[in-house]
């Protein structure tokens, strides 16, 4: 076995154990069909395998190569597109794709790009708030019809209180959900079709209207995540090498920076200390006094804000167990 | 040729006419060995060749593989590693290539690490105001004395102002530049060798001690760099779809997001349109009145904040001639 402190740095990790931690959690709270988990969080087909074998069949993809991949490896059966493409060559690859596959619709543009290149299942995407695609839900029922007639089977709706799953609040979080499900809900009435496709990691317990819930986070988990009161551990990070100590102004310097963390959410976090900035290759960070610095040469664990963005930088993830590196799984839906 | 227009999105997309004459501006101002190009920028063998056919021969690199990449190319004639590294084994792959490379080094332990290694040649990185790597500039002598006594070459020095490059007032720049290099120059004074290596895109015509600038984002800029008075233009957009409209909240959605662009200096930019905010792959923006909102389908072109990690982003750049696809460039130095 490789030990994690002889890996050439920076490197992603992934603790095994917690990581199926949190896939029984998820399993156990809403099993089989009731969550959908997003692929977008790791883009890994061999976390994919795992969510798989602890009970969850379909998938939830934001590009055409997550679904591609997913059903190179035998993992589509049931296939959702949760993004607006409007590309014919991409749309005409996913046609292909056996069993069919299932792509979010919000525009009569979006409709027609997707029955012109064979697609055969639908759910009207319906805007809940989150200034992103879908619908306004009262031209939801007009766009069904509209799939309809083009040949497409329409499975349902979604929606998606992107704007409200990281509330820390539980309360606001609730109240906020509600609001955006009594959206949802009038759109489905005039949709129809069996299925409610919302929610996320924030919302996975809150969320009481969706059939099926697109939680991708909780899988690995971030420092945003972790200051919800959500059951699932942070279970991601960038194992970096000091590089450079400098004792006078109190900081030391780790080799990993903005080209293996994704910035949107802030600073990185390591346990212990305090991060000043991060560079394309470095982290600057000081102990405040609480412990001593760390030496050239020393590993430090560094905790990213947003996994989504931190993963799509990396080609592989090391799989930790213990002190251990127990399988290296390639990151290989990335790329669109 | 391929259309601009045909592409599949989000595409990294570099105007070749655009970069060229970024290349030659530079190339005209600081000829030869006066510009060390930094590789970081763009990690794309085909732009080092560019770089090279205008003179510049010598290349900053921040990380083993874009070394490696280098002088797997043919373009290893005089490579710097600006960066602090103490991995054995990445530093042994370093020292096998031929022509011997250069290091920086910025204390005992950096300098054994290199010296067992089989490393032959290093600079003294010395710390000039940024908060990153770097020796306190009275000990860069003693520093010196014993990487020689290790039996390594010490060229001389580099000290980055990093935290002075980004100045948009250029009398500040001068100013700041001058007390960062004064601290250089008597660090060089105790180590001796010909080289100063310094500088950046900010302050490539007002660095006046550094034998050689260190510029990287000159080549293909970006709009953090487009605030300064200097003579690139920006030449690399993210190309992306239109992929839903809200006519009502008077928003529009394109198909790129964070997992394409380099957040840490904020938001990419459209023309004539304001930017809300990204997703992981979704920029919402407004054209607020000046123009009509786009219609899902339409192209825009987004320029990102910050090159450096955008690029790391991507598998390829697209070269625009006019409105035609003229080549693919592979980002063949992505990782580490």
Not at 169 to 195: I, K, P, S, Y
Request: negative net charge.
């Amino acid at each position: 076995m490789v030990k994690l402190d002889t890996l050439s740095t920076p490197a992603l990790v992934v603790d095994g154990r917690i990581l199926d931690d949190n896939l029984a959690a998820m399993a156990a709270a809403l099993p089989g069909s009731r969550c959908r988990p997003h692929i977008k969080a790791h883009k890994t087909t061999a976390i994919a395998h795992r969510q798989r074998n602890v009970g969850h069949v379909g998938f939830t993809c934001a590009t055409p190569r997550e679904m591609r991949g997913l059903a190179d490896v035998g993992l589509g059966d049931d296939l959702l597109l949760a993004n607006e493409v409007v590309d014919a060559s991409l749309l005409t690859r996913l046609a292909d794709l056996d069993p069919p596959v299932t792509v979010a619709v919000d525009s009569d543009v979006t409709i027609e790009a997707a029955a012109d290149a064979g697609i055969r299942r639908c759910l009207i995407d319906v805007n809940v708030g989150l200034p992103r695609c879908g619908c306004a839900p009262e031209d939801a029922g007009r766009l069904a019809a509209l799939a309809r007639q083009r040949g497409l089977e329409v499975r349902g709706v979604m929606g998606y209180e992107g704007h409200v799953v990281g509330l820390t609040d539980r309360a606001e979080r609730e109240r906020q959900t509600a609001e955006c499900m009594g959206l949802l809900a009038r759109a489905h009435q005039a949709v129809g079709g069996d299925v409610i496709s919302a929610g996320g990691t924030g919302t996975f317990d809150i969320n009481e209207l969706a059939t099926e819930i697109q939680a991708g986070s909780y899988a690995l988990m971030d420092t945003a995540y972790g200051a919800l009161d959500i059951p699932f551990q942070r279970a991601l990070f960038v194992l970096a090498t000091v590089v450079s100590v400098n004792p006078r102004e109190g900081y030391a310097v780790a080799d990993c920076g903005l080209k293996s963390l994704g910035m949107d959410h802030g600073d990185p976090t390591i346990d212990g200390a305090t991060v000043w900035f991060c560079s394309d290759e470095h982290t600057t960070f000081s102990t405040d006094g609480h412990a001593p610095l760390p030496s050239v040469g020393d590993r430090v664990r560094v905790w990213p804000a947003h996994i989504d963005p931190t993963v799509a930088y990396h080609e592989r993830m090391h799989v930790l167990d213990g002190n251990d590196v127990a399988d290296v799984w390639p990151v290989d839906l990335r790329g669109w």
